[in-house]
């Protein structure tokens, strides 16, 4: 358990609160890339929202959030959301993730798809709502599923162009419209791999603030073809042997969970 709970409010500034201040989606930190004591944040001017969106070991965790255009304050320093893995507990990491999904949220819906009114931010629900004519626009979750193809001992793993150097991981995509969670699984990896896959199991979940996705992490084994790699999203894919895997993603990441649960023989057969 990591102590975070979620939670949805108006801000109301107290000083034991956590802030996490950010200026558009660039999160402020102090050179020790820790969050800055809330008094510091003064010299910002007003901010343009205060949320409450939850609380670590009791204590209230707060979005606030300055336009873009006031740049990062010379006497504070940012970092994106992975490179502070590592270096903050998960219950912390955990709170940037749902204040970095929700600082996307209000910056990417300021405007009333419906009549072009401005929205402004409910107080008893994560809702951006229009005073003109009523509509409402919710947190945008974009749900992903990543597979762990198993064939005996071996797991499928894959590079993207995008990756940092070396790094392979579990082949993933977003869900189409109308298409089961299942449906999208069997589909990226026929696209990604050229393969088929049998005996989809669950493993789990995590937010990925990237902007704003949900990866749905499962199992899966081979069922037949000829591994052939999508040239326009697959840099190289193989086979690996358990005893001779590439360089993994970080810890942190449900990738790397999904392949050391293999390793520990902790996976749903």
Known sequence: MS??????????????????PFVGTSLLLDPDLQLPDPTRLAALGPCLEAITIGSLDGISCELRLWPAHLGVPPEFTTRDYRQLWGRWPDGLHEALARARQLVSWLMQHRFCGECGGPLHTSASEPARECRACGAKAYPRISPVCIGLILKGDELL?????????????????????????????????????????????????????FPHSLMLGFFADYAGGDVVAQESEIEDIGWYPLDALPMLPHPSTIAFQMIDAVRKGQHPR
């Open 3 to 20: 102590g975070f709970v979620p939670s949805f409010g108006v801000a109301e500034g107290a000083i034991a609160s956590r802030v996490f």
């Open 157 to 209: 793993l894959a590079r993207s162009p995008h990756f940092p150097p070396g790094i392979y991981s579990a082949l993933a995509g977003f869900v189409e419209a109308g298409e089961t969670v299942e449906d999208c699984l069997r589909r990226e990896i026929r696209e990604e791999a050229g393969i088929e896959i049998a005996n989809i199991r669950w493993f789990g979940s995590q937010p990925w603030p």
